[in-house]
């Protein structure tokens, strides 16, 4: 079952990838920040080491606890987008999972709109 488990998450994070040329990375991430499955897209190489990834990933894990206590008064969180020089970065939350990707910062708003529509709806189950 484990096994089973860890091939659908491979196939979800590969997914995700192919949706767009410009899509750089992809992960699912636990709650408590650990990186479940993650593949940075062939031809791209990586803005951060291993170490700073994993880092990175536990902190992405920290401000979804830290946002929820304002889900009662706000709503739930549907996305959060950080724009960066380099690098554009989604984050969605999933019932048990969190779902990180990364694209090229030139990316048309709409397009990555459309993206995390498609993500959701491939991340559904997580």
Do not use: W
């Not at 291993?50 to 946002?67: D, S, Y």
């Not at 008064?73 to 990364?102: A, C, D």
Request: proline share 2%; hydrophobic share 40%; net charge positive.
């Amino acid at each position: 079952m484990v096994g089973k488990k860890k091939l659908n998450l491979l196939d979800i994070v590969q997914k995700i990838l192919n949706l767009d040329s410009q899509m750089r990375f992809a992960a699912i991430i636990d709650t408590k920040g650990k990186i479940r499955e993650a593949i940075m897209k062939t031809g791209k190489t990586s803005l951060e080491s291993q170490k700073e990834e994993e880092h990175f990933c536990k902190q992405v894990a920290q401000r979804r606890a830290m946002r929820k206590e304002f889900d009662k008064t706000l709503g739930k969180v549907r996305y959060v987008h950080v724009e960066r020089e380099k690098v554009s970065q989604m984050v969605i939350y999933t019932k048990r999972n969190i779902v990180y990707f990364s694209m090229e910062p030139e990316m048309p708003i709409n397009t990555k709109i459309r993206l995390i529509t498609k993500i959701k709806r491939i991340t559904a189950d997580l």
